[in-house]
Nanobody, 122 residues
Framework: QVQLVESGGGLVQAGDSLRLSCAAS????????VGWFRQAPGKEREFVASIPWTADYTYYSDSVKGRFTISRDNAKNTVYLQMNSLRPEDTAVYSC???????????????WGQGTQVTVSS
């Protein structure tokens, strides 16, 4: 069993940066892939980024590539999402999820956090 807790969200202006954290409990978290997803009001859940437990590659959606960076510290059971050059269209609830494989499909992840709100004003 893995429990995930996101933090780091908030209200920022366009162009600002935020770093989200996904803290996990569970002995085997370091062996899980982690994905970040977001959901804006009235929209479907959208893939943002993912990283395998080895952290030897990463995936990003086209909408965040070059602006967001996913990383992990297995010693701290934490995965980060550094978000730079934020835009109003990045406004959403951001959630992290843990699964066996780092994919872009939310259905492949087994454990989910509650999410943290990110609001970007213009």
């Amino acid at each position: 069993q893995v429990q995930l807790v996101e933090s780091g969200g908030g209200l920022v202006q366009a162009g600002d940066s935020l770093r989200l954290s996904c803290a996990a409990s569970g002995r085997r978290f370091s062996s899980y892939a982690v994905g970040w997803f977001r959901q804006a009001p009235g929209k479907e859940r959208e893939f943002v980024a993912s990283i395998p437990w080895t952290a030897d590659y990463t995936y990003y959606s086209d909408s965040v590539k070059g602006r967001f960076t996913i990383s992990r510290d297995n010693a701290k059971n934490t995965v980060y999402l550094q978000m730079n050059s934020l835009r109003p269209e990045d406004t959403a609830v951001y959630s992290c999820a843990a699964g066996v494989v780092a994919t872009m499909r939310p259905g492949t992840y087994d454990y989910w956090g509650q999410g943290t709100q990110v609001t970007v004003s213009s």
